[in-house]
């Protein structure tokens, strides 16, 4: 312990005798700690809005979508046929076993006025099911209920930036808005939702009950049919069964025998939206990657310096060695320079990379994320630099012959 703190007390002293050239020895292991700090805690806070937004969209969840067809030899695109209906979803809720519910759904766009204001937004038509597998809450009012859909009520929700956009900080709830000239009645605001991971406001929506929008917003020649169905299962292991119940419960109810002519497509978005998370963290390791190389730049500056440290202080390890030091004093003393180079400039590192995460965070509006693990990495890495690329400069100055590092000039 003795020798530790003498070769530390010596090393101090060294550097700041080199002041400048200490600085400019840590320049690459600061710049390469601080860049790992900076990409990790962008790449942490891309992560996190990622998740954010597969948390936004609920879990458990298929999305049933209408699929090709063919007619008189030309094939439609997926979706370009309504082949879903309201009724599709009732049986796929009340027939699969591992459903724990479904909402058929329908959409579109529209204008919708209140008082001397106006806002062209989406429109939603669903059933009180959508928003317990979306796990969307209302924040004010009530929400659409059963009642509500088999009455086609004029009544409707809000989304939070449609009624900040019409109402600002007036009570919507209880207000006559007009949607497409049809008037109705706002019965209740949800709950704040963010960017989806498609980057779109999932709170500028107005939501309807669905036999409202099907016969009085949304014309078609086939009044019962749906834009998509909505579907949780009962758990995240259920889902591939709950995946083919639909699946053979459709092909029955719409007289498919072929599965290649099925006129519906089933997805998955808890897996599509986990690859997008991993994704995201795989960028977020390479920047991490990429920047570290400047510390592997910044380790080879320190090695080169300590080797010319050694050569300028030949004579004083001469000495040293004459007046008893052994070669392992000699070792620890050049490699605990290496060290407190590296662990000061990996401090300094931190602290520059701190800063600048929360620069980037403030510019851009973009959550970064800076972890314990990422700093106490860091230090540890930036220490262990010095180890590695300070210990052939330290043994070589325990190598030296005492006699010749006294004649040395």
Known sequence: M???????????????????????T????????????????????????????????????????????????IRTGSGGVQTLTYDDSRAIQHECPSVEMASGTVRGS??????????STLLMGATPELFAIREWSVVLGRTITTSDVDGA??????????????FGAEDPVGKMVRIKKVPFTVVGILERKGQSPQGTDQDDVIFIPLRTAQRKLMGSQFPNTVGAILVKAKSEELLPKAEEEIRELLNQRHRISNVKEADF???????????????????????????????????????????????ERT?????RMAIGAKKNDILLQFLTEAVLLTVMGGLIGIALGAGGATVVSSLLSWPTLISPLSITVAVLFSGAVGIFFGFYPARKAAGLNPIEALRYE
């Open 110 to 119: 529209g204008q919708v006025v209140y008082g001397n204001q106006n806002w």
């Open 2 to 24: 003795n020798n530790f703190l003498q070769a530390l007390r010596i090393a101090l002293r060294a550097l700041r005798i080199n002041k400048m050239r200490s600085f400019l």
């Open 315 to 319: 004579r004083e390890i001469g000495i």
């Open 26 to 73: 840590m320049l690459g292991i600061i710049i390469g700690i601080a860049a790992v700090i900076a990409m990790m805690a962008v790449g942490s806070g891309a992560s996190y809005v990622i998740s954010q937004q597969i948390a936004s969209i609920g879990s458990n969840i298929l999305l049933v979508i209408p699929g090709s067809t063919t007619s008189s030899g």
């Open 265 to 311: 497509t089933i997805r998955n978005l808890s897996e599509i939206l986990a690859v997008a998370e991993q994704s995201s963290k795989a960028m977020s390791l390479l920047l991490g990657a990429v920047a570290s190389i400047s510390l592997i730049v910044g380790g080879i500056g320190i090695m080169n310096i300590m080797l010319v440290s050694v050569t």
């Open 153 to 166: 009520a004029k009544v409707c929700i809000l989304g939070q930036t449609v009624a900040q956009t019409l």
